[in-house]
């Protein structure tokens, strides 16, 4: 292989977010089962695509002119390309049952604090359930009031 069956998985589970809360988010909505992808567009809006995958496929959609033109202001990859992703996903998967992704040996799960990146203690106001290769998880507990001191300590006071 290539990369680790852990590497591959800690990289799912990041496009899996990009699906889940950011400019993807649109195919999870439509589509209801464990997507992960990433839209992408170029300066200029010259070009704007999505690549994606569920457990049992994976596709990509480019949108773009064959000479260097623009496709116009605002088209971008979440706006253009996805869309499309998810009209031929949802043809392509429709006799397929959803699936989660399958979790290797060696990844481990965490309850993280979202603004220090340590583990969430019962004070931690938000929280994300992180994946991890076995032995890299944070150790160390959110200190108390940590949301505040440690954007002090990073951006100063305000």
């Given amino acids: 292989p290539v990369i680790s069956a852990q590497t591959a998985y ?3 589970s990041m496009l899996a977010d990009v699906v889940k ?3 993807g988010r ?3 909505r439509a589509l209801k089962r464990p997507l992960a ?3 992408g567009t170029t300066n200029d809006y010259f070009d704007a695509w999505f690549m994606g995958f569920a ?3 994976v596709t990509g959609v480019w949108v773009g002119f064959d ?3 623009p ?3 605002h088209e971008t990859g979440a706006r253009t390309a996805c869309p499309i992703w998810i009209d031929f996903m949802r043809a392509a998967l429709a006799d397929m049952p959803p699936e989660n992704f399958k979790v290797p040996e060696g990844i481990v799960f965490a309850n993280i604090d979202e603004k220090t990146g340590l583990l969430a203690d019962s004070k931690s106001k938000k929280t994300l359930f992180e994946c991890f290769k076995g032995g890299t998880a944070p150790t160390e507990s959110s200190p108390p009031a940590a949301s ?3 954007e002090e300590s990073l951006f100063g006071k305000e």
Avoid: D, I, S, Y
Wanted: proline content about 4%; cysteine-free; overall charge positive.
């Fill in 10 to 12: 800690l990289m799912t």
């Fill in 55 to 57: 457990p049992q496929l």
């Fill in 21 to 23: 809360r950011g400019t």
């Fill in 148 to 150: 505040e001191e440690f």
């Fill in 37 to 39: 992808g990433k839209t």
């Fill in 67 to 69: 000479e260097l033109k």
């Fill in 26 to 28: 649109r195919a999870a």
């Fill in 71 to 73: 496709l116009g202001r």
